[in-house]
T-cell receptor, first 117, second 112 residues
């Protein structure tokens, strides 16, 4: 059974603080993703990584950075938290979408509700 | 530029009736689509998917229909149950990196 875990379920930080959100998956997946979910906007991709030390910007990378030093771990960093980064953050992973018959399904963690005051 | 759109933010149906959730896309290169279900304070969970070589895929109470010419897909839930009340997201596979593009979501409420 695939498991994606996130370091915190709820987090409250002050404006200007540096924030680390950690994500770990246990399925040896190549791809990992960070999204934020806001009402009416769906899931928006912040960054993704298709291999260790590789990263690609998603649709809304501004104000965020990521780190992937090990295959199973993908970290999202808010360099200087701002109130407009208050959101639900979701991590996901999937394997290589190459084989015929692959489901391409992404497996999600439980999410981190971040509040920046 | 929203490539995957769910134009209905919410839907309310009676228990036992059919729920139909709709999704439109703009990129004709998309060839694989997925539906996810999300409860509050939980991550989304995969529900059902469809490849563009098919026009229908069924799994129990859930059926996804794909109309490629209209760039439209729909999720049918029959019969609807109160436990189906959740936010439903449709998603399209973009390229071959495993990246998904999600719609805005539709909140389904099934009333007992």
């Amino acid at each position: 059974d695939v498991k994606v875990t996130q370091s915190s379920r709820y987090l409250v930080k002050r404006t200007g603080e540096k924030v680390f959100l950690e994500c770990v998956q246990d399925m040896d997946h190549e791809n990992m993703f960070w999204y934020r979910q806001d009402p009416g906007l769906g899931l928006r991709l912040i960054y993704f990584s298709y291999d260790v030390k590789m990263k690609e910007k998603g649709d809304i990378p501004e104000g965020y950075s990521v780190s992937r030093e090990k295959k199973e771990r993908f970290s999202l960093i808010l360099e200087s938290a701002s109130t407009n980064q208050t959101s639900m953050y979701l991590c996901a992973s999937n394997g290589l979408a190459l084989a015929s018959g692959s489901s391409y399904e992404q497996y999600f963690g439980p999410g981190t509700r971040l509040t920046v005051t | 530029d929203q490539q995957v759109k769910q134009n209905s933010p919410s839907l309310s149906v009676q228990e036992g009736r059919i729920s139909i959730l709709n999704c439109d896309y703009t990129n004709s290169m998309f060839d694989y689509f997925l539906w996810y279900k999300k409860y509050p304070a939980e991550g989304p969970t995969f529900l059902i998917s469809i490849s563009s070589i098919k026009d229908k895929n069924e799994d129990g109470r859930f059926t996804v229909f794909l109309n490629k010419s209209a760039k439209h897909l729909s999720l049918h839930i029959v019969p609807s149950q109160p436990g189906d009340s959740a936010v439903y997201f449709c998603a399209a596979l973009s390229g071959n990196t495993g990246k998904l593009i999600f719609g805005q979501g539709t909140t389904l409420q099934v009333k007992p």
